[in-house]
């Protein structure tokens, strides 16, 4: 079974990168993409972790970028995780993620919840801080039922405690991936309402694929997503988005495969350097 979306504690996942590659095994996953927003620190782990059990790492990070107004997400696939380049642009990354965190638990505060940036750096350990990390402070604080309350109240988009974050442009983002021999897809384009027309902007600046199969998308959805992405000559690719039960509870190993004749042709489409 191949899964190209998978996080763990590096970023906003609930587990480490040699629980999370046990539980992909447990699950029958075969081979698995490790995506952990705006960073590739956990990736050597996940490789050892890897090799030791048998399985194919496909090595990646997923970069929020700002497009169409909103916040969209590029998947990067066997990446090359000691590229320069990526290693900066992850540690800057760490220092806004703090700063936008601290904004985020100051407005929270205001609106009379008393979470600290220390409580929810203590869940987040050394991953990068990201806000299904003060969701789940939120839960366990009992202030929300579920990190989506979190989200549908307070962190979301719009929502009293939301703060824009640092804007990545989809050129930055694609040269990025490209740039460390790998391939850029669009990460869950029906949860980011992502049209044809901008599909096409996608496909202009570089991108080599779409997530058509992804937990959050309905079939009805996936059909569409696929009629487009067959029309644009990209490549339909496959992911749980795997968090964890704490953080996203529907998103479970083994709901999403990727057929192993998607899998080379995404390869396939990977930069020469």
């Not at 929502?159 to 790998?182: C, M, N, S, W, Y």
Request: proline share 5%.
């Amino acid at each position: 079974m191949i899964d190209l979306h998978s996080h763990t504690t590096a970023s906003d996942g609930q587990h480490t990168p040699a629980e999370l590659l046990a539980i992909a095994q447990a699950a029958g996953v075969t081979v698995l993409g490790v995506t952990d927003h705006d960073t590739v620190s956990g990736l050597a782990d996940c490789q050892k972790e890897a090799d030791a059990r048998g399985l194919r790492l496909v090595p990646g990070i997923e970069i929020s970028i700002r497009f169409g107004g909103r916040e969209v997400h590029i998947l990067g696939h066997f990446i090359d995780p000691t590229e320069p380049a990526l290693a900066r642009f992850g540690e800057h990354l760490r220092t806004v993620r703090e700063e936008r965190m601290g904004q985020m638990v100051e407005k929270i505060r205001a609106l009379g919840f008393p979470v600290t940036l220390e409580q929810v750096k203590g869940l987040a350990g050394d991953g990068h801080l990201a806000r299904p990390h003060l969701a789940r402070v939120l839960v366990e604080l009992n202030y929300c039922s579920s990190t989506k309350e979190a989200f549908d109240r307070f962190l979301g988009d719009g929502k009293p405690a939301h703060v824009e974050r640092f804007d990545v442009t989809l050129e930055q983002a694609i040269a990025l991936i490209h740039g460390a021999g790998g391939t850029a897809t669009v990460a869950h384009p029906g949860a980011t309402r992502i049209e044809r027309h901008e599909l096409v902007q996608l496909a202009q600046a570089g991108l080599d694929g779409v997530e058509v199969d992804h937990t959050d998308h309905p079939p009805s959805k996936r059909e569409q997503l696929l009629k487009w992405t067959q029309e644009l000559k990209l490549v339909a690719t496959a992911g749980t988005d795997f968090h964890g039960e704490a953080v996203a509870p529907n998103r479970r190993f083994g709901k999403i495969a990727m057929p192993a004749e998607r899998l080379a042709a995404l390869e396939a489409r990977r930069p020469h350097r």
